[in-house]
Every structure is written in structure tokens, then in C-alpha cells.
């Protein structure tokens, strides 16, 4: 086993250090060192999406980023998307419109949809559908997440 | 699309799930994120083979190494005879279960587990597996259900022999059991046919690409009793299947269910739970936990069959249907046990037939047990049979729906496989399916056509306990067992709601396991909604009888003098609103109920879809897709469409792109969710849905099942509109570009549809 690194980075506005194996995916490294289990692994080889992360204001698939990345960086995981106490209007919208079923793929799909918002603050049907497909859900058929981004797009 | 004035306050309001922003906010504790103190890790050994027997196992340069705890083999399995166990919507030979668990003595399937092992850290745990050693012999191997009832084709278990409609074989066999449903005078019934269409079809194996991978931990202590987390459709399942699989009794394991995330029948059998149980024992009473890879979801747990179906139907002149017969030929994977029991039901369901005969075959191969897939068997039967229907209407010159309307089954009907229908509500469906304006909106456009299908499903009732307690201030704590895959926390706690006459967010359910509440079946077989919802309405009305005598005994006059209604209690002109009467109670006001109940309604749905064939790469587009269903009384509507919707897109997998690919040596080629393709919010459109609301009398609110019957239709209803947009009847699935591309060029070789 190769030696650890000790990584320093900023998770939804908060230092953290750890030590890390270079061979630990970002992914592992947020759910089993630091306890972030929003993001999800669904596939670890980056077909799913539902280990999505921000990394400086970027969306990756973290089970495709190497935990030593972080070094240095800014990484933004669904535990600091509801600000200040407050959902964020994605959040609100996914639950106004039923948007999740088993949920195991929502937190990939609100940060991927508030990537999207980020930078396209009114998008049409085909482009969040477009954005959105790097992101599988097996359980609603996309009608009511395409719904609830559309409709966020409108209250943010 | 409901029209006339609810007598209900709560039922059928849309309000926010109770889970809802735990699982926005990422909070929410699914199986993989269980986290315990000394908690090891666990990795499965898995079969590089299709057929293979295992000569020997060594572990010990695994056991060497630093960090491993334990290495478990089929020799860590108690032994386990015979023995039939239900599993809801299936079920399975426990020594067949055990021997899928670990393989005993030959590995059966690409990916079958071997051994397995408990280490510091998942990775550890891999480096251990590649140092344990096995020398298998390659055996011959069979992936094909046709192939495998040949009489020269290699068997997979030596002790199989045919069921021969009830009567068992006295030769080795790959096929289990030859099922028949018969009725009439097939020859008779053909004899008055004006036309008659007759196909085979095949349909390959798929799976239910549920997002979140099996996982399980288990605890085993010294004292013999084993805790085990994961994340399952059934809780009390998991706690019998391993109590027979570990031959322990059923008090000493307690299941403690997370959130799940996605089952569709494929977490009812248990994988992982009897080795980490194992793992936990032989590690020194460590806890240990186990997370499957998407490869090995793909490999080793339960896919559904691929199957051979043939179908013939006749019809005469004036639309009747006049004779139908079916063969199915269903792959149960390694061990028996496919669903073409459910498939036979399915297949004619929806049509009135005076001659029918019905013939079902279910054959072991070697590819992953077959485990419950949403309607399990249910797609397959009506991809084969509605496009037989679709193609006796066009031979008649009828509208496909009219057709269907002429020949639909109702109230006293019976299917082919036996019972008479109750209230069921197809005619209204294939109403509302023809009056939508979908049905009758142009569709222009090169390669552009349309199709419909039906579809149909039994729907379950199963057993269900739920037990509430009466806060002091008027709210209600809800106690249930049922696994909550698709919001069905509301759905039950609007029940409750309803039937006590409070808020929606006065009722606060909470999802237990095996130690906190009495028996329940799995989340399956659409039984959730209506089947705890039985449970509760029988908890509310107890709880209302016990406040109603709290109101008299407060007023000091006979319970008859007590008027209860919409959450009041009166008496004389005085009243106590539920609430109120709430903080008065000095003995706390609690109930429970455990139901089991039996009419559960059947639903059909009738779907309608617009595509469009690139010719060119054989790619199809799903254009317009619209789902009417009789779904009984939608108790929170947006969660029935998504049901509808939901199953919609599993069916446009499964219809255009879905299946397993074997290499010659029987290896699994795709198993990733890029080779494996499921779809994505790229190759669907908005998903239209019409709920027909055809009250199920076998429910207090009216309440059918809905979440199989949309998965249903879909295939069949693609492959009629492909059929319109190029002129070729498909009768392969996946109806994927190289098969179109195939079919075209066979259409221009032949000059005729194909
Ligand atoms: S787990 Fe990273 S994309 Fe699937
Ligand atoms: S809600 Fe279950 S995978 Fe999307």
C-alpha cells in the first residue's frame, strides 16, 4: 500500500485535511473519511451521475476524480445546497412535483440541474434534457425532474 | 383526471412526502452509507466461468495477508434441504437459494459468487480475493432457453426432473416445470376464424437497473443474535430467507431496513445478507459491511427472463376473437423459477376467449437466477401477444382500440388461467385511451407511425401490520413496515389521515424494521397503497372507536350518544375536535392491526405512442408517449403518474435497447451502465398519463395497485408503431438500431413486410 497524503480543500465553505491513498476516489473519500454519503455510488465509473459534486463551481462525476484532486480546491456536495436553513429553489421544486422516488439519484440530479441553472438561468425543455443525461434515474422516467428544473428555472 | 366533486379531504391532494426533504438535502441513510463502530468490509469471489465444477478452493494466502478476518466458502453454509419459501412475487427452493449464494459444489453462471471476505477496507478485501485459488473444470454451458431443452444440451442440476403438469420427469433436464391453461376447442375456435396471425418471438434478458447496488451488514453477535441493515423491498422477508439459509430461529435476526433506492423486484432475494452474517461470525463478531459493484449487480443478481414466445390468434370477420394459443418458453437463469407462471396469466388477460389454450415452460440456463422484474414476466407475454392482436386488427381493417373494445374483458369474465374478474376497469381505459386527444392527433412525417398496446397485471393484496399512537396534541405517530420506494410514506399517511378525520401533516409515519412493528410482505406485487393502506384504515377506525368511548366517558353518556365525523366527536350540542379530545386523554390512546387482504383488483392499461425510425442507423425516437390506466382511486395523484411514468420508461428500455451481452464462453460482456443502456432523459419525451379512477370494491377507498401494469405495454405498443412508421413487424427485443437496420434490409431482400 503506497503512502497517504495529507489533502487540505474546502467543502461547501468549510476546511477540511484528511489523509488520502492515492488510489481513493474523491468519491470514497467524501463518503467513507468525511461522511458526506449524499453523493451516491451508483456505478463508480461515471455513467450515473449520482456521486455528483462541484469542484470550483464545476460538475464532476467524483467517483472519477481522484481524492488527492482536492487538494487546494473548492468542492460544493449536496449537504450545502440548502443554504442558511433554507432549501435551495431546486430542492423546493423536487418536492413540490414529486420529482423523486426512491431519491437514491436526487442529490446527483440538483446539483447537476443547479450546475445547469449556474450558468443557463432559463433553459428550454431540450437543453435540460441535454444536460440532464448524464444523470440516470431508474425510477420516474425523467418527466417530473425535467418538470420541477423547468419550473426552479422560473423562481430563481 | 378525476371529474366529479372528492368526498375525500385528503385523498387525492398532492402534499410534500414526509421523507422528502431528507432526500433532497442528502441526509437520508441509504444501505451503503451504514457506518458501524469496528465495522469491517466484505468483497465476493465471483465465477470467471458459465459452468464450471469447483475442484478446490484455497484461501489461505488471502487469510495471510494483513487486514483480512475471514475468507467463507459454500462449506460455511449450513446445509439446507428442500424446501419451497414464498417470496411475494415469486418464490424459490431453498437449497437452490443457498447454493445461488455461494456456489456448493459447481459454479452455474458468470459471476456466481465462489467465496468471500472480510477485510480492514474494501480494498484489502480485493487484494484478498485475488489471492484466493480455484481450480474449477470447465463444463459445457448453456445461455439459450431453446437450446437448453434440447435432449443433447448440457444440464446444469443433475437432481432436476420435468413437472409435467404435475407430473415429475424421470430424466435429467434443464427444464423445471410445463405448466397448461386450457378451454375450449382450439381446433373449433381456429375453424371459425376468417384470419389468423400466427408468431414467435424472442425477448432477451434485462434487468432492473435499479441505481443503488445491493448492500447489506450484519452484526452476528456472541450471544447468536444477528442484526442485520440493508436496504430491501421487505424486511421480513430478509429476516425468514435467512433464517432458513442459516438455520436459525426467526427471533434471533433483526432486520433493520434503510432507505432503498430502487428495488422492482429485484431486492426481495436476499445476496449479501447470509454472507456478511457469515463473514460477522467467522471475523470475531465484527460488524461487517457489503456493497456490490455495479458489475456485479449486473452479473450475479437477478436479471429477468429472456424468453421464446409463440402466439397464435384467429378472428372473425366481425372483430370477435375466436381462438388464441400460447407457447412460452421462459430462461429462469441458473435455477428454476422464472416468472412464465405470471407470463401464461398475462398473456390473454385482457381479452374475453371462449378456446384458448396456454402452455408454459420454465428452463434453467446458465445465466443469474431470474428474480422478480416489475409485472415479472408480464412484458414479455404482452410484447408477443399484443402485437398479435395489433396485427389481427389491421388485418380486419378495425381500429386497433375498437378491436380490443370489441373483445375486452369484464365484470364476470374469466381469464384463461382461472379466475373470474371483479370490478375491473379496462373498457373504461381503452375509452379514455381513444377519446384522448393523442389517439386522434395527426402524425406526419417520414418513418413517423403510431401504435397502442394493452396491458395487464393481477396486483397483490399480501399482509400488512401498522400500529399509531395518539399524541397528546392531536398529532399521530405512524408505525409502519413497508418499504418506501416511491413515496408510499404518503400515500399510507393520507390513509390514516383521511380515516381519522385530521391533516395530512397531523399523521408523522415512520418506516420500521422487524423489531418495531408486526409482519409485513415486501414492497411488490403493486401492493404497497393498498394493502397497508388496508392496515391503517384499520388502525384509524380503531382509534377513532377508542376516542369515541374517551368522549363518552368525558361526557359521562353512552358511546351510542357519540356522533364522530370529519375529526369531531359531538354529543348534544357539544363538541371536542380530535385534538382537543387529544389532550384530555389521561390512558394513552394506541392501535394496531395486522390485515391480509384478498381483493386487490387487477389493472390494465392501455398506452399510446408516437416514434419515428431513422432508416438509415435504425435508431428509434420516442415522439409522444401517453399511459391511460385503471388506477382504482389515485390516493396522491402526482406519485401514481410517476408510477405510470416510471414504468413507461423501464419499457422503452427494455423495448428498444436493453439486454444482456454474452460472449462465446458465456461471460457477460456489458455489464456497465454504458454497455448496459437504460435510458435517459435524453430519449424520452413528457410522459402523458390519464387516470382512470374504476374504484376497487376491495378497498375502503377504492385503492387497485398500479406500479406493474405500466411496464407492461410498452414494448408492444413501440413495436405496432414501428410497424406503421416502416411496414416491419418486430419480433425480437431489444428493438434496438441493428436489429431495425437488420429488418429493413430483410423487408427490401424480400420485397414484402417482413
Ligand atoms: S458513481 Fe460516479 S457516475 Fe456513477
Ligand atoms: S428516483 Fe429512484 S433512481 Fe431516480
Known amino acids: ?89 431546486l430542492q423546493q421544486k423536487f418536492l413540490e412535483h414529486a420529482a423523486l422516488q426512491c431519491g437514491v439519484c436526487t442529490p446527483g440530479f440538483l446539483l447537476a440541474a443547479k450546475a445547469l441553472l ?39 | 383526471m378525476t371529474t366529479t366533486a372528492s368526498p375525500y ?43 464450471a465444477r469447483i475442484l478446490c478452493i484455497d484461501a489461505s494466502a488471502a487469510l495471510a495477508l494483513r487486514g483480512v478476518h475471514a475468507v467463507i466458502t459454500a462449506q460455511d453454509m449450513p446445509a439446507i434441504s428442500d424446501k419451497i419459501a414464498d417470496l411475494g412475487e415469486s418464490t424459490v427452493n431453498l437449497r437452490y ?14 459471476g456466481h459468487a465462489v467465496a468471500a471476505v ?30 437448453a431443452m434440447a435432449p443433447d444440451a448440457p444440464i446444469l442440476l443433475d437432481d432436476l426432473r420435468t413437472n409435467e403438469l404435475g407430473k415429475l420427469g424421470d430424466r435429467p433436464t434443464n427444464v423445471a416445470e410445463h405448466i397448461r391453461h386450457q378451454r375450449g376447442d382450439l381446433t373449433k375456435g381456429f375453424a371459425e376464424a376468417d384470419v389468423i396471425v400466427e408468431r414467435t418471438f424472442h425477448t432477451a434478458t434485462v434487468h432492473q437497473g435499479y441505481i443503488e447496488p445491493q448492500n447489506a451488514t450484519a452484526l452476528w453477535n456472541e450471544d447468536g443474535q444477528l442484526f442485520i441493515w440493508c436496504s430491501t423491498q421487505g424486511a421480513f422477508s430478509v429476516q425468514e430467507q435467512l433464517a432458513e439459509l442459516l438455520q436459525i430461529p426467526v427471533s434471533r435476526i433483526i432486520v433493520t431496513p434503510t432507505e432503498i433506492g430502487g428495488g422492482f423486484g429485484g431486492k426481495i432475494n436476499v445476496y449479501l445478507e447470509p454472507l456478511a452474517a457469515l463473514l460477522s461470525r467467522k471475523a470475531g463478531h465484527r460488524p461487517v459491511k457489503m456493497v456490490m459493484t455495479r458489475a456485479e449487480v449486473l452479473a ?15 378472428a372473425r370477420r366481425d372483430g370477435v376473437i375466436t381462438a388464441a394459443e400460447a407457447e412460452l418458453i421462459y430462461e429462469a437463469g441458473a435455477f428454476p423459477g422464472s416468472p412464465v407462471g405470471a407470463g401464461c396469466g398475462v398473456i390473454f388477460a385482457p381479452y374475453r376467449l371462449e378456446n384458448v389454450q396456454i ?80 389517439y386522434t392527433a395527426p402524425l406526419t412525417g417520414k418513418h413517423r407511425g403510431r401504435g397502442v398496446a394493452t396491458g395487464f397485471w393481477f396486483n397483490w393484496g399480501g399482509k400488512s401490520s401498522a400500529t399509531a399512537t395518539v399524541n397528546r396534541d392531536g398529532t399521530v405517530n ?39 412493528v408486526g409482519y409485513n410482505d415486501v414492497t411488490g406485487g403493486s401492493r404497497t397503497t393498498f394493502g397497508t393502506g388496508w392496515a391503517v384504515y384499520e388502525v384509524g377506525k380503531k382509534i377513532l372507536a377508542e376516542m369515541r368511548q374517551r368522549a363518552a366517558d368525558y361526557w359521562g353518556v353512552p358511546v351510542e350518544e357519540v356522533s364522530v365525523a370529519d375529526g369531531v366527536f359531538a354529543y348534544n350540542g357539544e363538541s371536542l375536535s380530535f385534538r382537543e379530545l387529544a389532550g384530555k386523554l389521561d390512558t394513552p390512546v394506541t392501535a394496531s392491526a395486522s390485515v391480509h387482504p384478498q381483493n386487490y383488483g387487477p389493472g390494465f392499461g392501455v398506452h399510446i405512442v408516437d416514434v419515428e425510425v431513422d432508416v438509415e442507423t435504425g435508431k428509434v425516437t420516442i415522439l409522444r408517449y401517453t399511459a391511460a390506466q385503471d388506477v382504482g382511486k389515485a390516493i396522491h395523484p402526482s406519485y401514481v403518474e410517476g408510477q405510470l411514468q416510471g414504468g413507461v420508461a423501464q419499457g422503452v428500455g427494455w423495448a428498444l435497447n436493453e439486454e444482456y451481452v454474452y460472449d462465446e464462453k458465456g461471460r457477460l460482456l456489458n455489464a456497465t451502465l454504458l454497455d448496459y443502456r437504460m435510458p435517459t432523459a435524453l430519449d424520452l419525451p413528457m410522459i402523458d398519463t390519464v387516470l382512470v379512477e374504476v374504484a376497487n370494491p376491495g378497498h375502503p377507498y377504492g385503492v387497485r395497485g398500479v406500479g406493474e401494469v405500466p411496464i407492461v405495454p410498452p414494448a408492444a405498443a413501440i413495436a405496432n408503431a414501428i410497424y406503421r412508421a416502416i411496414g416491419v413487424r418486430m419480433t425480437e427485443l431489444p428493438m434496438s438500431p441493428p436489429r431495425i437496420v437488420a429488418a429493413l434490409a430483410r423487408k427490401r431482400q424480400d420485397g414484402v413486410a417482413a
Not at chain 2, 447454493?99 to 459454479?107: E, G, P
Not at chain 2, 450475479?300 to 384467429?314: D, E, F, H, L
Open chain 1, 1 to 89: 500500500m503506497s503512502s497517504k497524503v495529507i489533502v487540505t480543500t474546502t467543502i461547501n465553505g468549510e476546511e477540511f485535511e484528511f489523509l488520502c491513498e492515492p488510489r481513493q476516489s474523491l468519491l470514497e473519500v467524501l463518503r467513507d473519511v468525511l461522511g458526506f454519503t449524499g453523493a451516491k455510488e451508483g456505478c463508480n465509473n461515471g455513467n450515473c451521475g449520482a456521486c455528483n459534486v462541484l469542484l470550483d463551481g464545476v460538475l464532476v462525476n467524483s467517483c472519477l476524480v481522484l481524492g488527492v484532486e482536492a487538494e487546494g480546491r473548492t468542492i460544493e456536495t449536496i449537504e450545502g445546497m440548502a443554504a442558511g436553513g433554507r432549501l435551495h429553489p
Open chain 1, 118 to 156: 449556474d450558468h443557463n438561468p432559463d433553459p428550454t425543455e431540450a437543453e435540460v434534457r441535454h444536460w440532464l443525461a448524464g444523470n440516470l434515474c431508474r425510477c420516474t422516467g425523467y418527466d417530473k425532474i425535467i418538470r420541477a428544473v423547468l419550473d426552479a428555472a422560473d423562481a430563481v
Open chain 2, 9 to 51: 379531504k385528503v385523498i387525492g391532494t398532492r402534499p410534500v412526502r414526509p421523507d422528502g426533504v431528507d432526500k433532497v438535502t442528502g441526509r437520508a441513510i441509504y444501505g451503503a452509507d451504514v457506518r458501524l463502530p469496528g465495522m469491517l468490509h466484505g468483497k465476493v469471489l465471483r465465477s470467471p466461468h458459465a459452468h
Open chain 2, 97 to 110: 437459494a443457498s447454493n445461488n449464494i455461494l456456489a456448493h459444489d459447481k459454479v452455474l453462471y458468470y
Open chain 2, 118 to 147: 472480510a477485510a480492514d477496507n474494501v480494498h484489502i478485501a480485493e487484494e484478498a480475493l485475488s489471492l484466493i485459488r480455484v481450480e474449477y473444470e470447465v463444463l459445457p454451458h448453456v445461455l439459450d432457453g431453446k437450446q
Open chain 2, 300 to 314: 450475479a443478481t437477478g436479471p429477468t427472463s429472456g424468453s421464446y414466445i409463440r402466439v397464435k390468434m384467429g
Open chain 2, 359 to 438: 402452455d408454459g415452460y420454465d428452463v434453467v440456463v446458465n445465466r443469474p437466477k431470474a428474480a422478480a422484474y416489475r409485472a415479472p414476466g408480464g412484458t414479455n407475454a404482452a410484447f408477443a401477444s399484443e402485437t398479435v392482436v395489433d396485427e389481427l386488427a389491421e388485418k380486419l381493417g378495425m381500429d386497433p382500440i375498437e378491436f380490443r373494445l370489441r373483445n375486452a374483458v369484464r365484470e364476470g369474465d374469466r381469464r384463461a388461467d382461472g379466475p373470474e374478474y371483479k370490478r375491473i376497469g379496462l373498457i373504461e381505459t381503452l375509452e379514455a385511451a381513444r377519446s384522448h386527444p393523442h
Open chain 2, 478 to 516: 405512524l408505525i409502519e413496515g413497508s418499504t418506501d420506494i416511491g413515496g408510499s410514506r404518503a400515500s399510507i399517511a393520507m390513509q390514516l389521515a383521511e380515516t381519522l378525520g385530521i391533516p395530512y401533516e397531523d399523521v408523522r409515519p415512520q418506516v420500521v424494521g422487524t423489531a418495531g
